[in-house]
């Protein structure tokens, strides 16, 4: 009798144990539609979150999410100028489950909300699996694939995922945002684009939404001298041009609410630019998929031949 109890409590033990399992095993790549929309749980809490190849990689939640967890500012908190207006950020370390278990995890929160649509926004960087794929359309017969190297930029990822192009001795970060059409383009990089690939603005100034919920002017700028980025010719973008000049003129040299993907920094001839393009849907207009391997460390477009 003692030894069939005890080979019962063994044998529930290795059913706990294979449930376990199983419960922390995640394939190795996710699927993504619609809204790409993921549900974590954090500190026990459910939320859902917007993945975002441009998010930083850490959750950063909406600040009544923020409120509602209770969350507390840590040691490291954030500044970003969006143009004129300044987005105020915390940080702390918390707990982070996303389906294997929990961990511990930096989390990012602001004054203002990062998604309409969710709680929150996170990286595909941030997620447990080896590969994250944005489904976009239906796959074409005819498509290719076309791959390019994979970077993490900013500090603790906050700058997202994405590709350094290289272009005549000049290294411009390239990404990608699901959630707008158009390609925008800072004001260096205007500035830049209009002298090396013969840009010239085009059509009237507009408001476009940037990020957490501020919208910024914007001018069309069509290239003569389109870039090609995996195999595909970039010829329209949308440049950020300041409040305090267009990125044809000159800014003011020194603000402390000066946003550099704005305005254009006036100084010696050494001083490093930083050149930015984060590519919108219209850019991927001919495309069924766009994957991010991060074991491979690279970026894969499947879309139609040219």
């Known amino acids: 009798m003692r030894m069939l109890i005890c080979l019962s409590l063994l044998c529930a033990a290795c059913v706990g144990q294979a449930d376990a ?12 539609t619609g809204q790409n929309i993921v549900e974590v749980v954090i500190d026990g809490q459910p939320i859902r979150l917007e993945v975002r190849p441009e998010a930083a990689d850490a959750p950063t939640l909406n600040p009544d999410i923020a409120i509602r967890l209770g969350l507390k500012p840590g040691m490291i908190g954030f500044r970003i100028a969006v143009g004129s207006e300044i987005v105020i950020g915390n940080s702390a370390v918390h707990k982070v489950d996303y389906g294997v278990g929990e961990k511990s995890q930096r ?81 260096p990089t205007g500035n830049w684009l209009s002298q090396k690939q013969d840009g010239k603005f085009t059509g009237q100034p507009r408001q476009t939404l940037i990020y957490y919920g501020i919208q910024r002017p914007t001018r069309a700028m069509n290239l003569a001298r389109p870039l090609t980025v995996a195999g595909s010719q970039l010829a329209t973008v949308d440049v950020r041009y300041t409040d305090y000049g267009d990125a044809s003129g000159i800014a003011a040299e020194d603000s ?18 930083s050149l930015a393009i984060v590519a919108g849907r219209r850019f991927l207009s001919g495309c069924s998929s766009l994957l991010y391997d991060f074991q491979q460390r690279n970026m894969v477009l499947s879309c139609k031949a040219n």
């Open 107 to 187: 989390i990012f929160w602001a004054d203002r909300a990062s998604s309409i649509i969710a709680d929150g926004t996170i990286s595909p960087a941030s997620l447990p699996y080896k590969r994250v794929r944005f489904i976009l359309s239906e796959p074409s017969p005819s498509e290719m694939q076309r791959t390019v190297a994979l970077d993490n930029f900013g500090f603790l990822g906050r700058l997202g995922v994405g590709t350094t192009l290289n272009v005549e001795g000049e290294a411009i970060r390239f990404q990608f945002s699901l959630q707008r059409d158009e390609t925008l383009v800072s004001a």
């Open 256 to 273: 402390a609410a000066a946003d550099q993907d704005e305005i254009v920094v006036v100084g010696k001839k050494d001083k490093k630019r």
């Open 21 to 32: 399992k199983s419960k922390a095993t995640l394939p190795d790549e996710l699927a993504l």
